[in-house]
């Protein structure tokens, strides 16, 4: 059972352009919701992240916009760079402290042409 | 501040050997994390650990995976005998959660391949 799913797989971007990636989730209880970016042969590093209490949260070109009715969570690289190119994740997680638990998406591989 | 320690980065075996991989959480780091990565896919998690105690491991392939957390520091995971679908990138991560921090911080990984 997929309880995060992403959008698109794959997702090439000119220089300077804008980046989404769309997640969708099933489980209301979620509560917080990270996105992760990993370049090959490397682990994941969290980018940015959100609770459902604010339908957007930026940090400079980075933009989570959540929408909690429609269970769903975007991000939005503005002014694409060609070191943005890598491979993101969204997640969504219950609870805190030692409940911590990530459910990731599949990923969306982002390349972004000089 | 040091990063996650995993090793080994690479493993080639064959199917029905047996492996083990090691990590090495950020110091201080009382949440340890297993979880495997295959290939298009994102991370799954296998394992939690809070200090040297399992909080989860309902996702864990009991019957051939096992892990440990000696001394609430260091942790091994290990797999006996692997399969073709064992291959996959075993990543590591740790946090301390405090406040309204959670961040997860992983390790580079163990590329794992069985042939």
């Known amino acids: 059972q997929q309880q995060v799913k992403q959008s698109p797989q794959s997702l090439i971007v000119q220089k300077g352009g804008i980046s989404i990636i769309n997640c969708a989730y099933e489980?209301?209880?979620?509560?917080?919701f990270p996105w992760y970016q990993q370049f090959p042969g490397k682990g994941p590093a969290l980018l940015i992240a959100?609770?459902?209490?604010?339908s957007e949260k930026k940090e400079g070109r980075f933009t989570i916009s959540f929408n909690k009715s429609a269970k769903q969570f975007s991000l939005h690289i503005m002014d694409s760079q060609p070191g943005d190119s890598a491979t993101y994740f969204c997640?969504?997680?219950?609870?805190?402290?030692?409940?911590?638990?990530?459910?990731f998406g599949k990923g969306t591989l982002l390349t972004v042409n000089p | 501040e040091a990063g996650v320690a995993q090793s080994p980065r690479y493993k080639i075996i064959e199917k029905r050997q047996s492996v083990a991989f090691w990590c090495n959480p950020i110091s201080g780091h009382a949440t340890l994390y297993w979880y495997q990565q295959i290939l298009g896919q994102g991370p799954k998690l296998l394992i939690q650990f809070q200090n040297n105690g399992v909080v989860d491991d309902s996702q864990l392939p009991k019957d051939r995976f096992s892990a440990e957390r000696l001394k609430g520091v260091d942790s091994t995971l290990k797999i006996q005998p692997a399969k073709l679908e064992d291959s996959a990138v075993y990543l590591c991560a740790s946090s301390s959660p405090t406040g309204s921090s959670y961040e997860q911080y992983f390790g580079p990984g163990t590329r794992l391949t069985v042939t």
């Open positions: 959100i609770r459902p209490d604010v």
């Open positions: 489980n209301t209880a979620f509560d917080y």
């Open positions: 997640a969504a997680s219950i609870g805190g402290g030692s409940n911590y638990k990530l459910t």
